[in-house]
C-alpha cells in the first residue's frame, strides 16, 4: 500500500526557517521525480519545487535562493527545507510522486508573528 506522509509543519515567525519531511512506503522514491505543492483555500494547488531521479532540481520563482528540496533515496525520505520565510508563503504542503500521481495528506505551514 502506497503512502506519503508529510510532517514538519507548523507556526513560524517571519524570517524563520522550518524543514518538512515527506515520508515513502510503498514504492521507491528513486523511481519517480518528487515534488512538492502548496495550496491555500480558494485558489489552486502549485508546484513549488521537483527533484528528478537523478536529483537535479527546480524551484518556482517565487521560492527560488530560499527552499532547498533534498531526497534520501536510502530512506525513502523527500525534503523541503525553508528559509526567510515570509507570510505569503503560509499554505498547505503536498508531497508528491509526478508519475505515479501519489499524494500526501499536506502539512500546514503558517508564517506569523
Known amino acids: 500500500q502506497v503512502h506519503l506522509v508529510e510532517s514538519g509543519g507548523g507556526l513560524v515567525q517571519p524570517g524563520g526557517s522550518m524543514k518538512l519531511s515527506c515520508a515513502a512506503s510503498?514504492?521507491?522514491?528513486?523511481?519517480?521525480?518528487m515534488m512538492w505543492h502548496r495550496q491555500v483555500p480558494g485558489k489552486g494547488r502549485d508546484m513549488v519545487a521537483i527533484?528528478?531521479?537523478?536529483?537535479?532540481?527546480s524551484y518556482v520563482e517565487s521560492v527560488r535562493g530560499r527552499f532547498t528540496i533534498s531526497k534520501d533515496n536510502a530512506e525513502n525520505m523527500v525534503y523541503l527545507e525553508m528559509n526567510h520565510l515570509k507570510p505569503e508563503d503560509t499554505a498547505v504542503y503536498y508531497c508528491?510522486?509526478?508519475?505515479?500521481?501519489?499524494w500526501g495528506q499536506g502539512t500546514q505551514v503558517t508564517v506569523s508573528s
Open positions: 508528491n510522486a509526478r508519475v505515479k500521481g501519489y
Open positions: 510503498g514504492f521507491s522514491i528513486s523511481s519517480d521525480a
Open positions: 527533484i528528478g531521479t537523478d536529483g537535479s532540481t
